[in-house]
């Protein structure tokens, strides 16, 4: 755990609800295409539409994604699970109600491991399935948001969604571990490739629970809901800022009313949506078109040893193997480049040079050229024959560097054909750089002086007029050792 978040005798609990859209072909219910930026109420039919009379139908491609997330998650899988309805009146539900789970969810109890230097584990209550609703568009309003739009109006896109709804217990003690379980939720849920999960498109969408309690205190108090925070950033800070203004209620003297709050990250300002509902205001009621979901052990079995490796296990490898904390991690939460590694690591048999290149020069190429590592031209096997050559001391960093440059710009260009036409080869051996040490110091007599005087620092800047002289090809290690004892001598 990072430090938890404590102030005048106060310290914070939290709680994440995290919504995934399922990343299937058709809806929960319907066979209407689960497409993100189609043209609007175009992936619409009877069933989402809840005309009278029509039979939802539970996508069992869903049931299947939903129950892989739950086992990664370290969820216990009920044999039984059942859908309720959950009533209520909004434009957004054609139905009146929400096909969702509710005293039977797919996915029960879990625990999830943070790795790392202040690692920690968040209990997970539950994960259970359900349907989105459509998506309103509140015109003319600031931000799109309802308050002050002159109407709204509403997508049906996104109705009947697959939707599973991950709820954590209050165990999460800092904004900032909020942040880091999400990322590594996030990650875990895209490994698997249950979702994209992505922030901006809707996909993955955090809600928090906050609340305040005097320090050592094992009761919970009264806690606030901060909704649809779109990105980790603004998650934080508005956990940070629910925070603040319940301490600043608390030690005013008030109590911290139960209600739904919004987070304006522009402002940093939090304003009421509504008093929060109980859950017996929905009524809640089995589901009487769908059978109950049934899990047989054997299923369960198969579908946990289909598991890839996910983010907690590969960070565990990778500081095993050597790597520091922040580089495991980095490559934790990134399925694509830890593969591409894996891929250079398996060619050069050596992980540590191959992660100092993947973090360095490579991820730079990635950003700069905004490509995810399997659509670069470098493939593995190509940044691995470059690595080998560095290895083998054929080309020095800087060499390398030129070589890695010309490897993104020609995709046909290998590294030992670039080192080849531009004559990069490394300069090494005691005759070829002692000629290269003699002209330099002839050169620099000066300088000369003032190392034996003893003025050591010198030495860097003869170096560097040795590396200068030779085009960048001296072998720098050899060079330093060499000038180091003609000085010396
Ligand atoms: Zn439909």
Same mark, same amino acid.
């Given at each position: 755990?990072?430090?938890p978040w404590?102030?005048?005798?106060?310290? *914070?609990?939290?709680?994440?609800?995290?919504?995934?859209?399922?990343a299937?072909?058709?809806?929960m219910?319907?066979s209407c295409?689960? !497409?993100?930026?189609?043209e609007?109420?175009? @992936?619409?039919?009877?069933?989402?539409l809840?005309?009278?009379?029509?039979?939802?139908?539970a @996508?069992?491609?869903?049931?299947?994604?939903?129950?892989?997330?739950?086992?990664?998650?370290?969820?216990?899988?009920?044999?039984?699970?059942e859908?309720?309805? =959950?009533?209520?009146?909004? &434009?957004?539900?054609?139905?009146?109600?929400?096909i969702?789970?509710?005293?039977?969810? /797919?996915?029960a109890?879990?625990?999830?491991?943070?790795?790392?230097?202040?690692?920690?584990?968040?209990?997970?209550?539950?994960?259970?399935?359900?349907?989105d609703?459509?998506?309103?568009?509140?015109?003319g309003?600031e931000?799109?948001?309802i308050? %002050?739009?002159?109407g709204?109006?509403?997508?049906?896109?996104?109705v009947?969604?697959?939707?599973?709804?991950i709820?954590s217990? &209050?165990?999460i003690?800092?904004?900032?571990?909020?942040?880091?379980?999400?990322?590594?939720?996030r990650?875990?849920?895209?490994?698997?490739?249950?979702?994209?999960c992505?922030?901006?498109?809707?996909?993955?969408?955090?809600?928090?629970n906050?609340?305040?309690? &005097?320090?050592?205190?094992?009761?919970?108090?009264?806690k606030?809901?901060?909704?649809?925070?779109?990105?980790?950033?603004?998650l934080?800070?508005?956990?940070?800022?629910?925070?603040?203004?319940?301490?600043?209620?608390?030690?005013?003297?008030?109590?911290?009313?139960?209600?739904?709050?919004?987070? $304006?990250?522009v402002?940093?300002?939090?304003?009421?949506?509504r008093?929060?509902?109980?859950a017996?205001?929905?009524?809640?009621?089995p589901? &009487?078109?769908?059978?109950p979901?049934? !899990?047989?052990?054997a299923?369960?079995?198969? /579908?946990?040893s289909d598991?890839p490796?996910?983010p907690a296990?590969?960070?565990?490898r990778?500081?095993?193997?050597? +790597?520091?904390?922040?580089?495991?991690?980095?490559l934790?939460?990134?399925?694509?480049? *830890?593969?591409?590694?894996?891929? #250079?690591?398996?060619?050069?048999?050596?992980?540590k040079?191959?992660?100092?290149?993947?973090? %360095?020069?490579f991820?730079?190429?990635? @950003?700069?050229?905004? +490509?995810?590592?399997?659509q670069?031209? #470098?493939?593995?096997?190509?940044?691995?024959a /470059?690595?080998?050559?560095?290895? $083998?001391?054929?080309?020095?960093?800087?060499?390398? =560097?030129?070589?890695?440059?010309v490897?993104v710009?020609d995709?046909?260009?290998?590294?030992?054909? #670039?080192?080849?036409?531009?004559?990069? *080869?490394?300069?090494?051996?005691?005759?070829?750089?002692?000629e290269?040490?003699d002209?330099?110091?002839?050169?620099?007599?000066?300088?000369?002086?003032?190392?034996?005087?003893?003025?050591? !620092?010198?030495?860097?800047?003869? #170096?560097g007029?040795?590396?200068?002289?030779?085009?960048?090809r001296?072998?720098? =290690?050899?060079?330093?050792?060499?000038l180091r004892?003609?000085?010396?001598?």
């Amino acid at each position: 755990m990072s430090a938890p978040w404590q102030k005048d005798g106060y310290e *914070a609990v939290i709680g994440l609800e995290i919504h995934v859209q399922l990343a299937t072909n058709s809806k929960m219910f319907c066979s209407c295409a689960n !497409q993100f930026g189609d043209e609007p109420n175009t @992936n619409v039919c009877m069933v989402c539409l809840a005309h009278p009379g029509a039979m939802p139908v539970a @996508n069992s491609e869903a049931i299947r994604q939903a129950t892989r997330v739950g086992v990664a998650l370290g969820c216990r899988i009920p044999e039984t699970s059942e859908f309720s309805r =959950k009533q209520y009146f909004y &434009p957004d539900s054609p139905k009146a109600y929400q096909i969702s789970q509710y005293d039977q969810p /797919l996915c029960a109890e879990g625990l999830f491991r943070v790795p790392g230097e202040g690692g920690f584990d968040v209990r997970l209550t539950r994960a259970h399935l359900e349907e989105d609703a459509a998506k309103m568009i509140h015109a003319g309003g600031e931000g799109g948001r309802i308050s %002050g739009s002159a109407g709204s109006i509403v997508d049906f896109n996104r109705v009947g969604t697959p939707l599973l709804e991950i709820v954590s217990e &209050p165990d999460i003690r800092s904004p900032e571990d909020a942040r880091r379980f999400l990322t590594l939720l996030r990650a875990t849920v895209v490994a698997i490739g249950a979702s994209e999960c992505d922030m901006e498109k809707g996909s993955l969408r955090a809600d928090a629970n906050v609340s305040i309690r &005097p320090i050592g205190s094992s009761e919970y108090g009264t806690k606030t809901e901060l909704k649809n925070m779109n990105s980790f950033r603004f998650l934080e800070r508005g956990i940070e800022a629910e925070l603040e203004r319940q301490l600043e209620v608390v030690l005013g003297g008030g109590t911290v009313q139960q209600e739904t709050l919004h987070f $304006d990250p522009v402002a940093g300002t939090l304003s009421s949506l509504r008093s929060k509902e109980q859950a017996h205001d929905y009524r809640y009621f089995p589901e &009487p078109d769908l059978l109950p979901v049934h !899990q047989t052990e054997a299923g369960l079995i198969e /579908l946990g040893s289909d598991l890839p490796e996910l983010p907690a296990a590969r960070f565990d490898r990778l500081v095993a193997a050597g +790597l520091t904390e922040p580089t495991a991690l980095a490559l934790a939460v990134d399925a694509g480049l *830890a593969g591409y590694l894996d891929a #250079v690591a398996t060619a050069t048999g050596d992980l540590k040079t191959s992660a100092n290149w993947t973090m %360095g020069e490579f991820s730079a190429h990635l @950003n700069g050229a905004g +490509l995810s590592a399997d659509q670069s031209p #470098v493939t593995p096997e190509r940044l691995a024959a /470059l690595i080998a050559l560095v290895v $083998d001391g054929t080309i020095n960093q800087t060499a390398a =560097k030129e070589v890695f440059g010309v490897l993104v710009e020609d995709a046909q260009a290998t590294a030992a054909g #670039v080192v080849a036409d531009r004559n990069l *080869a490394q300069v090494g051996g005691d005759d070829a750089l002692g000629e290269i040490i003699d002209a330099v110091l002839a050169a620099h007599p000066e300088e000369v002086e003032a190392f034996k005087g003893g003025r050591e !620092q010198v030495i860097g800047f003869l #170096v560097g007029q040795c590396m200068k002289q030779s085009g960048g090809r001296a072998d720098a =290690k050899a060079l330093q050792g060499l000038l180091r004892a003609r000085l010396n001598g």
